[in-house]
């Protein structure tokens, strides 16, 4: 608990949503994630993660781009109309890259990340994107932590196993 000015606030973990078809790339950024202070939902679609996009409230959306029900792209697009302050950062093979690069000047998208990622540089542009929500979550609680720690666990490439369900909750796997 941190008080300020005599009133107790909740100290609360950013929200990140990973939005990815294929279970192999979920089940990586989970792993990379899962040691900081962040409460992971995870599912194979957008559809599904805009069903709970306002019970869940994200702080961030990480997703793919090709996927199918519907792209990325469009996914993203329409979280940035309909809720803003939700930091976005999409990961791409590269296949779409004009389309993409427009989109991302035209400040539908925060930050492209390519695939395949290299784990220090995804951890740092997800501590970047949760840095910038002015300090504040949704509910106006101060966030655990913008400059997550690092994690001592291996890569997502290297590491195995299932993460631990005690650090991270999903909603789709």
Known sequence: ?????????????????VVDDDVEVRRALVRLLRDSDY??????NPVEALERIDELAPDLIISDNE???MTGLEFLK???GERPEIRTLMLTSGRSGELIHEARAAGDID?????PW???PLRAAVRELLGVTSGRTKSGTMPASSAAPQSSNPSPESASGPPPASTHRT???
């Open 171 to 173: 909603s789709k796997e």
């Open 67 to 69: 996927m199918p029900k």
């Open 111 to 115: 930050k492209l990340v390519q695939k």
């Open 1 to 17: 608990m941190i008080a300020a000015a005599g009133i107790a606030l909740r100290r609360q973990s950013p929200v990140i949503f």
């Open 78 to 80: 329409k979280v940035r």
């Open 118 to 120: 290299h784990s220090e």
């Open 39 to 44: 409460v992971l939902h995870v599912f194979p």
